[in-house]
T-cell receptor, first 110, second 116 residues
Framework: QKEVEQNSGPLSVPEGAIASLNCTYS??????FFWYRQYSGKSPELIMF????GDKEDGRFTAQLNKASQYVSLLIRDSQPSDSATYLC??????????FGKGTTLSVSS | GAVVSQHPSRVICKSGTSVKIECRSL??????MFWYRQFPKQSLMLMAT?????????EQGVEKDKFLINHASLTLSTLTVTSAHPEDSSFYIC????????????FGPGTRLTVL
């Protein structure tokens, strides 16, 4: 069974610190990797996607992918209290539904 | 770009009634839309995959006769919860796939259903 694993947290970091969120996946055929942010009571919001090994940066966010280790991470630099949310990792193969992890709750304290 | 809307955002109904939820991709065409359900403090659960012009594919354990899905156009999919019961109360979220090499999914804002 295809699985995506995330530490449920909560991950607590002080304001201004780097938050590191990790995700592993079981299906070696996975091709696309996504990070979504979900605030309580709201629907998920796409932050980034990555499909090549290495790093991809967008503002304060950096996604890192290592297909050999079946590992994808999200770094949030200069964390803000508004970053406090649940972060969902999702993977898929082309044309198939996303497989979501259960999410990691991030808490950024001011 | 890539905006997905849902209507209604919140609905309260009596047990035994049917509720229809609409999901629209506003600025792109979506050949594939997905319906999820999320209970409090739990992860998203995929209910079904909806392809324009064909029957939806339901996940194991999801009753297709209870959760009717229609994907009549490239911008609209509907989910009808038939004969709703209190245990169907949940947060229903749709997503639409934008296509391309990454198959990025964009989520609607969700519909909170409460069945009394």
């Amino acid at each position: 069974q295809k699985e995506v694993e995330q530490n449920s947290g909560p991950l607590s970091v002080p304001e201004g610190a780097i938050a590191s969120l990790n995700c592993t996946y079981s299906d070696r055929g996975s091709q696309s990797f996504f990070w979504y942010r979900q605030y309580s009571g709201k629907s998920p919001e796409l932050i980034m996607f990555i499909y090549s090994n290495g790093d991809k940066e967008d503002g304060r966010f950096t996604a890192q992918l290592n297909k050999a280790s079946q590992y994808v991470s999200l770094l949030i630099r200069d964390s803000q209290p508004s970053d406090s949310a649940t972060y969902l990792c999702a993977v898929n193969q082309a044309g198939t539904a996303l497989i979501f992890g259960k999410g990691t709750t991030l808490s950024v304290s001011s | 770009g890539a905006v997905v809307s849902q209507h209604p955002s919140r609905v309260i109904c009596k047990s035994g009634t049917s509720v229809k939820i609409e999901c629209r991709s506003l600025d792109f065409q979506a050949t594939t839309m997905f319906w999820y359900r999320q209970f409090p403090k739990q992860s998203l659960m995929l209910m079904a995959t909806s392809n324009e012009g064909s029957k939806a594919t339901y996940e194991q354990g999801v009753e297709k006769d209870k959760f009717l899905i229609n994907h009549a156009s490239l911008t609209l999919s509907t989910l009808t919860v038939t004969s709703a019961h209190p245990e169907d109360s949940s947060f229903y979220i749709c997503s639409a796939e934008s296509g391309g090499s990454t198959d990025t999914q964009y989520f609607g804002p969700g519909t909170r259903l409460t069945v009394l």
